[in-house]
């Protein structure tokens, strides 16, 4: 073991892993600036160093590897006209694309919660573990925002509808659901995990991704569809629209009872939230790569970011916990054309530069 850095991220080498640990279990491991910063400065040394031949990617505590971003720092700058929105996101982006495209095999541990930011960490990975505590969402539509960090490219390779409902609804993924949705790779029960850590960290300099894939599978259950890929038929006809209006239309007329419950939640959720999250997945459905997915999705964020929804969904979700957001407009009838513009409107090509 060498290289130990405390703090809200450890990154140090086990043997042959460079382990990368989310540390703020207070928080659900919730994702910083600064943490998106030294994931960054700890994949440069592992990329670098002959010795590192797997990533690993876990979460501090019990609850789960990320609650996802540090949105309460957002919502405080998003207030005063900050540009916290405008380089966090932008960082955190180009660190995604990073990720999915890193040389040696990065295995993430999704236990227990992984939302938002940390589904942008782990879920772009080569090797993904879910476990049986594992309780996946992209719930971002309930804060005036969307499914971001490539959630919408992600969501849009999801077999029929079913990333359409998951990025409208922001319900929840078992381990099963989140490999049938194209989220994960592997079931392995949380029990298993210490044993499969271990092997990890003794792999071979130079270990394929393949070889990786086959210990994987040594430990998992082999469970790659959950409950709500049984209703898969259900909702592609109910969520196979492009706009927002015929979704509401076909289930108030389906009226059965998964159909009035689905539309109970979308009635929680934003407006325009909804009408953006819609149009970038049909947008993403025909992107050639993440990186055109990030790249759209970074000039919507910083729309979002300046947005009164986002606050207001802030306030009500985060900081005041009331759960009873004003959104502006407050129906899906309301939401303009016009509106929806600027979440599309160009960017300059300089704003993420990938490498």
């Excluded at 879910?130 to 925002?145: H, I, N, Q, S, Y």
């Excluded at 086959?214 to 006809?237: H, W």
């Excluded at 009164?308 to 985060?318: I, N, S, W």
Aim: proline residues 5%.
């Amino acid at each position: 073991m060498s290289g130990v850095e405390e703090g809200d991220l450890v990154a140090r080498v086990e043997g042959a892993a460079g382990v990368i640990r989310l540390n703020r279990p207070k928080a659900i491991n919730a994702v910083t600036l600064e943490m998106f910063r030294d994931i960054d400065k700890a994949l440069d040394r592992f990329e670098a160093d002959p010795a590192v031949a797997v990533i690993l990617l876990e979460g501090s505590g019990e609850r789960g590897l990320c609650a996802g971003g540090d949105i309460r720092t957002l919502w405080e700058s998003s207030k005063v006209n900050g540009d916290l929105g405008k380089i966090l996101w932008r960082e955190e982006y180009i660190l995604n694309a990073r990720i999915k495209k890193f040389p040696k095999p990065y295995v993430a541990f999704m236990d227990g919660i992984v939302m938002g930011g940390g589904v942008g960490l782990s879920a772009h990975a080569s090797h993904r573990v879910v476990t049986d505590r594992t309780k996946l969402a992209m719930p971002e539509v309930g804060l005036g925002f969307f499914p971001d960090v490539g959630g919408t490219w992600l969501l849009s390779r999801s077999p029929g509808e079913i990333g359409t409902y998951f990025g409208l609804t922001g319900q929840t993924m078992n381990g099963p659901d989140a490999i049938h949705a194209k989220f994960a790779d592997a079931v392995v029960p949380a029990a298993k995990w210490p044993g499969l850590r271990e092997a990890l960290t003794k792999v071979r300099p130079g270990v394929t991704a393949s070889d990786v894939t086959k210990l994987i599978n040594g430990f998992a259950t082999g469970e790659a569809a959950g409950p709500v890929a049984a209703r898969e038929p259900v909702i592609d006809a109910l969520f196979g629209f492009d706009r927002m209006e015929d979704i509401f239309a076909a289930l108030k007329r389906d009226g059965s009872e998964f159909a009035l419950a689905t539309l109970k939640t979308l009635n929680e959720k934003s407006p325009r939230g909804m009408v953006v999250t819609l149009k970038l997945l049909r947008l993403a459905r025909t992107a050639s790569s993440l990186e055109e997915c990030l790249v759209r999705e970074y000039r919507a964020a910083l729309e979002v970011f300046r947005s009164d929804d986002f606050r207001e969904g802030v306030r009500a979700a985060v900081i005041d916990k009331d759960r009873n957001p004003s959104w502006s407009p407050p129906r899906i009838g309301d939401v303009t054309p016009e509106m929806l513009a600027p979440y599309l409107a160009g960017i300059g090509a300089d704003e993420l530069k990938f490498s």
